[in-house]
């Protein structure tokens, strides 16, 4: 990193880009095995910490059941 990007707000806290980039990746519908395999992480851990994340899908899921189901 140059040394302006080491002193911005975003050099001091990386996790917190690892974190804002699961979280859309979820929220974006990305399926949790393929999020937990980019991550390297197991599906277990990573919904247990970013579970909480997820939001505003409810529509998109009704709407991939039914379509299932026709």
């Not at 140059?2 to 519908?29: F, I, M």
């Not at 579970?51 to 189901?69: H, N, P, S, V, Y």
């Amino acid at each position: 990193m140059s040394p302006v990007q080491c002193e911005s707000p975003l050099a001091k806290r990386p996790y917190d880009l690892r974190h804002a980039c699961l979280s859309t990746w979820l929220n974006a519908g990305v399926a949790p095995p393929q999020v937990a395999e980019w991550a390297g992480n197991s599906v277990e851990m990573l919904l247990s910490t970013y579970a909480k994340c997820i939001d505003g899908q409810e529509d998109l899921a009704c709407k991939r059941i039914e379509a299932a189901l026709e």
